[in-house]
Structures are given as C-alpha cells and as structure tokens.
C-alpha cells in the first residue's frame, strides 16, 4: 500500500524533523496524547488558537513600539502572555526567543527589544508555516485513508 | 449544616460514606481550572477532561469566586452551586492573582477545605513558597502535563481513603510521598519518606518540611533538607 505508506513516512519523518531541529518540543507531543477519538481535532484547535492569540500579541506589540514612550510594562505583559502560549504548545524556539525579549525588556533597551521582536516574529512564522505543513500532510494520509478513518 | 454541597469529598461534619464516594466514581471529580490565558485554557481542560474529570474553566479570579458562589461582596455560597472537587489556578494573572484567590478561598469557612493547585510559568522558591504556606496542596511548573494531572488525582484519592475523622489539615504532602514511586518524572529524589506520625499533623504550610517534594523536575527546593 504504497499510496498510504509514502505519505505516512514523510509525515513521521518531518514531524521527526521539527523536533530534530528544535522547533517543537515535548509539549507538543503532550498535545498529540491529548487527541483521540473523542476529541480528534484537537491539535489543530489548539495549535489554531495559538497562532490567533499570538498574531494578535505581535500586533499589540507593533503599536506600543510605535509610540514615542514605549510602555515596558505593556511590552512584559504581551511577551509574558506569548512565552506562556507558545511553551504550552511546545512551540520551543518561540518561547526562548520570549525569554530574550523579557531580559531585554528588563533593561528597557528598545533597540534590543526591538531586536527581539524581529526575533520572535521569525520563529513564530517559521513555527507557524511548519505546523501548518504539518497538518497538510495529515490531511493528505487522513484523505488517502478514506472513510474508513475517523474524522 | 453549614458546609454542604459546595464540596464533595472534604466535608467532615456531615457523615457521609466517604469511601462509598471513592473516586470509583471519577466523573464526580469536578475541578474549577481558573486561568487568564485562551490556550492554557484549552490545554488544562482537555488534560482533566482525559483525566476524567469534570471541569468548568474560567478566565479570572473574580469569575472563579461568582462561580464559588462567594463573590468579593457578598459572602454567602450557593448551596446551588456545583460541588468542587478542586480548584487549579494560574498564578500570574491579571486583576486578581491566582495567589490572591487562593487567600480568598482559604479565608472562606465553607470553601477553604477544597485544594487549591497553583500553576506557573515561573519556577520561583519564594513564590511556591508563599503560595503554599498560604495552603495550596501543590504548586505545578507550567506547561502542564498529563503526568501532573494524574498525580493531582492521585492524592485526591488517597486523601479520601486516608481521612476517615481526620480534622482538616491532612498533610497531603506526607501522602504524596508514597506516590513518588508512580511518577514518571522521578529522578533525583528529594524526599525521604516521613514517618506516619506526620501524617496527623494539622497544619498544612510546613514548608521545610521535605516529604512534599514530590515533583522534583519541577521545584529547586533543595535547600530544606
């Protein structure tokens, strides 16, 4: 059955890859055993949610850092509250990149901070674009599979 | 009776067949998960939902004591109230701390024999140390994993069997002890088993006591022993 065989392998061997490479970490593997018949799209809905509450974050970010006295306070609190979600998620590069901007934030030294946050972004987007592949090659096998499996 | 129906399995007074109510039944544990954060939500709902348990999550402290029927102004619970079996909470969170609703709860005559577990991302001595001396049972180093939830209602468990008259103050710390070997996360062991006798002990903040050190991946208190 190499039209399920292929797909499956590529999807285990990426996702081995994700954690290989440090983007994912154990939490996500947490996330899996959580996801069973009862509640099979679980995952993606939490995964989904994460990636909505962090754009948003990034969002509030880019305005604070676009008033003429950055507000340092807001600045914690918004990176505080991503670090917290992406570690639940066990999007691990994401949230290291959130500890650096709380030190950096610390020193209230918007350069660095700003630095960071470019930081941030990229790993958010690089998690994010992974993860939805991810998913995709999910579908795929879930697809090839047919209705014999549970959606 | 004062203190009916907003907890189930830590009334004292009213004499019930506590060991009839065993977690046999563990869809009757119902846990109150109070955390500002939309993905720890989900998280810590589908852990105690797999865990079998029943939840009600909600986003804020404040919310939790409506919920607890013991709003800031008005003291008075609500017999209407689905009986708690355990409230988990986050510790940073806006308006109300999890740490500031821990103390209400504590406070509160009917609601205080209900365990409080404290979550946070921060892996902090004072904090865990200021939390417990404040009463909570536990205190988790997020992200949350199954392995923390099962443990949760491991103690829940044995506390059920182990109070029979028991006065409140059960020291749940002694009791985790015997459940370290059933962790999954046991390596460097900090506790050394206590004797029995301590396991009467009425008052729960003993922070240098070392039996409660149960999770040692998760606590860097090593200083006590």
Known sequence: ?151 | MARSGVFSRWKRSEKVDNFDLLPSDPENIHVLAVDDSLVDRLVIERLLKISSCKVTAVDSGRRALQFLGLDEDHRSPDFDVLKVDMIITDYCMPGMSGYELLKKIKESSTLREIPVVIMSSENVLTRIDSCLEEGAEDFIVKPVKLSDVRRLKNYMKIDDRARGNEDRGINKRKLRDEFTRDLTESSASFISPSSQSEFSSSSISSPSSPTWLDSPTRRLRMTNL
């Open chain 1, 1 to 151: 059955m190499d039209r399920v065989d292929q797909p499956k392998k590529q999807l285990v061997d990426y996702r081995n890859l994700l954690f290989h490479e440090g983007i994912l970490d154990e939490q996500f593997t947490q996330l899996q055993q959580l996801q069973d018949e009862s509640n099979p799209h679980f995952v993606v809905e939490v995964v989904s949610l994460f990636f909505q509450v962090s754009l948003r974050l990034l969002n509030e970010l880019d305005k604070v850092f676009d008033q003429q006295n950055v507000d340092f306070k807001k600045v914690d609190s918004h990176v505080h509250q991503l670090k917290g979600s992406s570690s639940s998620v066990g999007a691990h590069r994401v949230r290291n990149a959130c500890i650096a901007f709380r030190n950096c934030c610390n020193e209230k030294n918007i350069e660095g901070c700003l630095n960071c946050l470019q930081q941030v972004k990229q790993e958010f987007y690089l998690v994010k674009s992974k993860l939805e592949t991810l998913f995709k090659l999910e579908q795929q096998i879930l697809a090839a599979d047919g209705p014999t499996s549970s959606d």
